[in-house]
């Protein structure tokens, strides 16, 4: 059995997102900053019709943004809520294996959050899976999501 996630870039390093979780890639966005909000939101912004929060995943992830790399949206759906997360690049989406995904030792997560639960070898390279359901506190999320409400 074959499990589909889309590729994506930050600062050079790839990652990748189960495709089942990614609702869309938007080229071309703008975003409404948002004062007082979490460190790593970006703002929102309206992607058809629907007021979306904004994360940019190199804050998330404290990875320094060089500026060199074009901006790409990879909305996603967390708690059924749609959520923004500003990427480098989202690539094509690959079909692996089963048995080349397999789960990563919980010394890979920090802060109580299991940012990265599995690994996938991708291109015979091995690629953190990010599992957006996790990315954030359910603290976070709830405030992403009044973010959104608003």
């Not at 889309?6 to 948002?34: A, H, W």
């Amino acid at each position: 059995m074959n499990k589909q996630f889309i590729i994506i870039d930050l600062e050079n390093q790839r990652y990748c997102i189960p495709i089942d979780l990614v609702i869309g890639v938007i080229d071309s966005f703008n975003i409404t900053n948002v004062p007082n909000s979490l460190s790593y939101v970006e703002g929102v912004s309206n992607i058809r019709g629907e007021v979306v929060p904004i994360v940019s995943l190199k804050k998330v992830f404290k990875i320094n943004d060089s500026g060199l790399h074009e901006k790409k949206l990879l909305i996603v759906s967390i708690s059924n809520h749609n959520i923004g997360l500003v990427v480098d690049g989202a690539s094509n989406v690959v079909s692996v294996d089963a048995s080349l995904v397999n789960k990563v030792p919980p010394i890979i997560n920090s802060e109580g959050k299991t940012i990265f639960n599995m690994v996938a070898t991708v291109d015979g390279e091995l690629t953190m899976v990010i599992d957006p359901l996790s990315l954030f506190s359910e603290t976070e999320r709830k405030e992403l999501i009044m973010m959104a409400e608003e």
